[in-house]
């Protein structure tokens, strides 16, 4: 089982899951609070919390919107 970091902004998750990195970050988003931002990416990491700034090869990146259809809450 894999333990993802998952940023965007003010929302920060650790997710523990089977599914893959992309999966991950459509079920992470939907746990979006009121009071939490997001940026234009998702950064999904196992060795913790990345950004724009400290993302590398093995960061996983993710545009937000299209997380944000794919996990319908937007169309």
């Known amino acids: 089982m894999a333990k993802y970091y998952i940023k965007s902004d003010s929302l920060e998750i ?22 939490d931002t997001y940026d234009e990416y998702m950064y999904c990491d196992e060795r913790g919390y990345r950004g724009y700034d400290t993302a590398d090869k093995m960061t996983k990146v993710f545009d937000t919107m299209e997380i944000m259809i794919e996990a319908g809450m937007l169309e």
């Open 14 to 35: 650790i997710f523990s899951t089977n599914k893959e990195p992309r999966d991950a970050c459509r079920t992470a988003i939907r746990e979006l609070l009121p009071s």
